[in-house]
């Protein structure tokens, strides 16, 4: 059985479930990416076409969209719609789904989890599917009791004993788990017709490859403009976030907003490292149109009215001049890219 593994940094720590299963012998390949969530997953099904490639697919963004919710950086709404994409190209090609809930200890500790619509949005979601899924919190809390919290190594990644008793439960799991089928009668729509549109069609691109991507980007230094074929909704940018990342505007004939690339992660920020990153719109929304404008502008030309700001961002004050390393774009309404210029 041939499985692939798309989630968050759980998926990829050196002592990972997805390491252990390699060590043992399973077929697996990982397709996930640190500090991103349910999105970027959907972004990588599409991009490496997993759901035609591997029986079986471990989906663990439960942890990354709870958190990104909390920090007002994530849509109940979007990650509804991401994973009823997911979860209906699983049923098409008939590929087997299990979701994995880790929760972020300190938010699970002070019952934050209660009341938050995510945290509903998954549980129900999950059984209106009857999706196979092993609940983190409710394995360690049935073996070790209130010491559940010392299989963390920090907030939100499991220790290598959490991940040792995580792994046995999967091979179990991996016996048992079934391509997910609708069981309720809820109407579930996802996005309308989405498209994954490479930047690497319309301009000569640089190749970045480490032990966990291998991509082709575009470095924007001023602005490019795009024009599609029809009105479409720019749901995310993937790009190459590093110490050069910084504060883009995106506008339309509709409207404008700004945003900050540079994450607040020490990958990023100390060790001078890159890593593949996404541009969403959360408190400010690009309305639909034909056409787009991707503009870098310095901290001084924020206008807070339009400004979508993140709390994982780090905020440079300074007037260095930025760039944006666009890798793709996430559009519906099938839209093509007619003509894009500098």
């Keep these: 059985m041939s499985i692939a593994n798309i989630g968050g940094s759980n998926s990829v ?156 439960e999967i091979k179990d799991k991996l016996k048992i788990t079934t391509v997910p089928r609708v069981i309720s009668d809820n109407n579930y729509n996802g996005f309308n017709l989405l498209k994954l549109i490479p930047i690497s069609k319309y301009y000569n691109t640089v190749n970045y490859t480490n032990s966990l991507i291998n991509i082709d980007y575009f470095e924007i230094l001023d602005e490019i403009k795009i024009k599609f074929n029809k009105k479409t909704t720019i749901l995310a940018m993937e790009y190459l976030c590093d110490i050069d990342s910084g504060y883009i505007q995106l506008s339309n004939s509709k409207n404008t907003i700004q945003k900050n690339l540079l994450k607040n992660e020490n990958f990023v920020l100390k060790k001078k490292k890159k890593m593949a990153s996404l541009i969403t719109m959360n408190k400010k929304v690009l309305e639909d149109d034909n056409y787009l404008v991707i503009k870098n502008i310095k901290y001084i030309e924020i206008d807070n009215n339009i400004y979508d700001k993140e709390r994982i961002t780090y905020e440079n004050k300074t007037n260095k001049t930025t760039s944006l390393k666009i890798i793709s774009i996430l559009v519906t309404n099938n839209a093509n890219i007619i003509n894009i210029s500098k």
């Design 13 to 168: 720590l050196n002592h990972s479930y997805t390491n252990k299963l390699k060590q043992n012998d399973y077929n697996i390949k990982n397709y996930g990416i640190g500090a991103t969530n349910s999105i970027y997953g959907l972004i990588q099904l599409i991009k490496h076409d997993i759901i035609n490639k591997y029986d079986l697919i471990i989906y663990e963004y439960f942890v990354n969209d709870n958190n990104h919710f909390f920090q007002n950086i994530n849509d109940v709404d979007r990650v509804e719609k991401t994973l009823i994409e997911i979860t209906n190209m699983c049923i098409i090609s008939n590929t087997k789904l299990l979701f994995i809930y880790i929760y972020n200890k300190d938010d699970k500790i002070t019952n934050r989890y209660l009341n938050s619509p995510m945290y509903s949005l998954y549980k129900n979601f999950s059984k209106n599917y009857n999706i196979t899924t092993i609940d983190t919190f409710e394995l360690l809390h049935s073996k070790f009791q209130e010491k559940w919290v010392n299989y963390y190594q920090d907030r939100t990644h499991l220790s290598d004993k959490g991940m040792n008793v995580l792994y046995t």
